[in-house]
């Protein structure tokens, strides 16, 4: 995921079994950055780079409201 401040602007999906892959992730951030690339220059602030397993975290809620 690429932040802007607070603001998300792009989630890509990846491959899990890559990340090990040298350079896997640095592929998906050159290219937000190269399509946002207008939008990084007049923000004030730099992008963040943020990966996380989503299907874990959807899977966690999904339970928790379940078993409420």
Same mark, same amino acid.
């Given at each position: 995921m690429m932040y802007?401040? /607070? *603001?998300? !602007? @792009?989630?890509v999906?990846? /491959?899990d +079994? *890559? &990340?090990r892959v040298p350079g896997y992730l640095g592929k998906f951030k050159r290219y937000l950055k190269q399509k946002y690339e207008? &939008? !990084?220059r007049t923000s004030a602030e730099q992008p963040e780079f943020l990966v996380c397993d989503t299907d874990f975290h959807i899977q966690k809620i999904t @339970?928790? +409201?379940t078993n409420h």
């Open positions: 802007l401040g /607070n *603001d998300l !602007i @792009e989630a999906p990846v /491959n +079994k *890559d &990340l207008t &939008l !990084i @339970e928790r +409201k």
